[in-house]
Protein backbone atom coordinates (compact mmCIF):
# COMPACT_ATOMS: atom_id res chain seq x y z
CA UNK A 1 0.00 0.00 0.00
CA UNK A 2 0.67 3.49 -0.54
CA UNK A 3 3.41 5.23 2.35
CA UNK A 4 4.78 1.62 3.22
CA UNK A 5 8.70 1.96 3.38
CA UNK A 6 10.53 -1.54 2.56
CA UNK A 7 14.20 -1.64 2.54
CA UNK A 8 16.68 -3.62 0.20
CA UNK A 9 17.18 -7.02 -0.34
CA UNK A 10 13.65 -8.18 1.62
CA UNK A 11 11.95 -11.13 0.34
CA UNK A 12 8.33 -11.28 0.28
CA UNK A 13 6.45 -14.83 -0.13
CA UNK A 14 3.01 -15.43 -2.07
CA UNK A 15 0.11 -13.99 -0.51
CA UNK A 16 2.37 -10.80 1.47
CA UNK A 17 -0.13 -7.73 1.82
CA UNK A 18 1.44 -4.54 3.81
CA UNK A 19 -0.28 -1.69 4.99
CA UNK A 20 0.25 2.20 4.40
CA UNK A 21 2.56 3.15 7.01
CA UNK A 22 4.48 0.12 7.57
CA UNK A 23 8.26 0.14 7.55
CA UNK A 24 10.52 -2.62 7.06
CA UNK A 25 14.02 -2.37 7.61
CA UNK A 26 17.39 -4.42 5.06
CA UNK A 27 16.62 -8.14 4.67
CA UNK A 28 13.55 -8.61 5.55
CA UNK A 29 12.25 -12.04 5.16
CA UNK A 30 8.35 -12.37 5.14
CA UNK A 31 6.83 -15.79 4.28
CA UNK A 32 3.31 -16.95 2.58
CA UNK A 33 0.89 -15.48 3.84
CA UNK A 34 1.40 -12.83 6.16
CA UNK A 35 -0.33 -9.56 6.80
CA UNK A 36 1.65 -6.60 7.77
CA UNK A 37 -1.06 -3.70 9.45
CA UNK A 38 -0.44 -0.05 9.66
CA UNK A 39 1.59 0.33 12.68
CA UNK A 40 3.85 -2.12 12.75
CA UNK A 41 7.89 -1.67 12.37
CA UNK A 42 10.44 -4.23 11.74
CA UNK A 43 14.30 -3.63 11.74
CA UNK A 44 16.89 -5.38 9.79
CA UNK A 45 16.98 -8.94 10.07
CA UNK A 46 13.61 -9.87 10.66
CA UNK A 47 12.28 -13.37 9.65
CA UNK A 48 8.34 -13.79 9.38
CA UNK A 49 7.37 -17.71 8.96
CA UNK A 50 4.29 -18.37 7.52
CA UNK A 51 1.08 -17.95 8.30
CA UNK A 52 1.91 -15.29 11.18
CA UNK A 53 -0.17 -12.78 12.10
CA UNK A 54 0.17 -9.31 13.19
CA UNK A 55 -2.78 -7.52 14.89
CA UNK A 56 -3.51 -3.53 14.90
CA UNK A 57 -6.67 -2.95 17.36
CA UNK A 58 -7.10 -4.86 20.77
CA UNK A 59 -10.64 -4.71 20.82
CA UNK A 60 -11.90 -4.97 17.38
CA UNK A 61 -15.70 -4.59 15.83
CA UNK A 62 -17.10 -4.72 12.60
CA UNK A 63 -19.42 -2.15 13.60
CA UNK A 64 -17.30 0.18 15.72
CA UNK A 65 -14.29 1.92 13.66
CA UNK A 66 -11.30 2.12 15.40
CA UNK A 67 -8.60 3.25 13.03
CA UNK A 68 -8.01 5.78 15.41
CA UNK A 69 -6.84 3.01 18.33
CA UNK A 70 -4.28 1.08 16.23
CA UNK A 71 -1.83 0.23 18.35
CA UNK A 72 2.20 0.23 17.17
CA UNK A 73 4.19 -3.46 17.35
CA UNK A 74 7.94 -2.95 17.30
CA UNK A 75 10.19 -6.14 16.04
CA UNK A 76 13.59 -5.60 16.66
CA UNK A 77 16.77 -6.38 14.88
CA UNK A 78 17.40 -10.04 14.16
CA UNK A 79 13.99 -11.06 15.50
CA UNK A 80 12.33 -14.53 14.17
CA UNK A 81 8.51 -15.36 14.44
CA UNK A 82 7.62 -18.81 13.73
CA UNK A 83 5.27 -19.88 11.61
CA UNK A 84 1.41 -19.61 12.79
CA UNK A 85 2.35 -17.26 15.78
CA UNK A 86 -0.05 -14.06 16.51
CA UNK A 87 1.65 -10.68 17.82
CA UNK A 88 -1.04 -8.65 19.77
CA UNK A 89 -0.94 -5.03 18.72
CA UNK A 90 1.22 -2.65 21.20
CA UNK A 91 4.12 -5.24 22.10
CA UNK A 92 8.05 -5.25 21.48
CA UNK A 93 9.81 -7.70 20.37
CA UNK A 94 13.07 -7.90 21.36
CA UNK A 95 16.59 -7.84 19.25
CA UNK A 96 17.40 -11.50 18.32
CA UNK A 97 14.11 -12.88 20.04
CA UNK A 98 12.58 -16.55 18.94
CA UNK A 99 8.89 -16.89 19.02
CA UNK A 100 7.79 -20.62 18.45
CA UNK A 101 5.54 -21.23 15.93
CA UNK A 102 2.32 -21.03 16.92
CA UNK A 103 3.05 -19.02 19.98
CA UNK A 104 0.64 -15.83 20.97
CA UNK A 105 2.72 -12.57 21.98
CA UNK A 106 0.64 -10.98 24.84
CA UNK A 107 3.68 -8.57 26.07
CA UNK A 108 6.68 -7.79 25.80
CA UNK A 109 9.55 -9.64 24.55
CA UNK A 110 13.26 -9.76 26.02
CA UNK A 111 15.92 -9.50 23.67
CA UNK A 112 17.55 -13.33 22.53
CA UNK A 113 14.67 -14.91 23.96
CA UNK A 114 12.88 -17.83 23.40
CA UNK A 115 9.00 -17.77 23.83
CA UNK A 116 6.65 -20.44 22.63
CA UNK A 117 2.86 -20.84 24.15
CA UNK A 118 -0.46 -19.37 24.16
CA UNK A 119 0.29 -16.76 26.36
CA UNK A 120 3.88 -16.82 25.22
CA UNK A 121 6.45 -17.40 28.04
CA UNK A 122 10.20 -17.63 27.76
CA UNK A 123 11.76 -21.26 27.90
CA UNK A 124 15.39 -20.13 27.42
CA UNK A 125 17.64 -17.98 24.99
CA UNK A 126 18.81 -17.70 21.74
CA UNK A 127 22.13 -16.42 20.30
CA UNK A 128 22.34 -13.64 17.29
CA UNK A 129 23.43 -17.50 15.06
CA UNK A 130 19.86 -18.64 15.95
CA UNK A 131 21.15 -21.37 18.43
CA UNK A 132 20.11 -22.19 21.69
CA UNK A 133 22.15 -20.76 24.74
CA UNK A 134 22.75 -22.70 27.68
CA UNK A 135 24.08 -20.93 30.26
CA UNK A 136 26.40 -22.34 33.30
CA UNK A 137 26.33 -20.78 37.05
CA UNK A 138 28.45 -17.76 36.11
CA UNK A 139 26.19 -16.71 33.81
CA UNK A 140 27.96 -17.84 30.73
CA UNK A 141 27.18 -19.18 27.62
CA UNK A 142 28.95 -20.15 24.30
CA UNK A 143 26.83 -20.11 20.88
CA UNK A 144 27.86 -23.41 19.61
CA UNK A 145 27.27 -21.65 15.92
CA UNK A 146 29.34 -18.77 16.16
CA UNK A 147 31.49 -18.93 19.01
CA UNK A 148 30.08 -15.91 20.69
CA UNK A 149 29.93 -15.54 24.13
CA UNK A 150 26.87 -13.99 25.50
CA UNK A 151 25.99 -12.73 29.33
CA UNK A 152 22.89 -13.48 31.64
CA UNK A 153 22.18 -11.24 34.27
CA UNK A 154 19.54 -9.59 36.09
CA UNK A 155 17.62 -11.59 33.22
CA UNK A 156 18.98 -10.15 30.24
CA UNK A 157 20.89 -11.26 27.86
CA UNK A 158 23.82 -9.20 26.34
CA UNK A 159 26.90 -10.50 24.07
CA UNK A 160 29.79 -10.47 26.64
CA UNK A 161 32.28 -7.51 24.60
CA UNK A 162 28.93 -5.27 24.11
CA UNK A 163 26.24 -3.49 25.87
CA UNK A 164 22.72 -4.56 25.84
CA UNK A 165 20.98 -4.67 23.33
CA UNK A 166 17.87 -2.74 23.64
CA UNK A 167 14.29 -3.94 22.69
Not at 28 to 34: A, E, S, T
Not at 121 to 137: A, K
Amino acid sequence: MSGARIGASCSLGQNVFVASDVQLGNNVKIQNNVSIYTGVVCEDDVFLGPSMVFTNVVNPRSAVNRKDAYKKTHVARGATIGANATIVCGTKIGAYAFIGAGAVVTKDIPPYALVVGNPARTIGWMSEHGERLYFDEHGLAVCPGSGQEYRLADGLVQKSDTRPVEQ
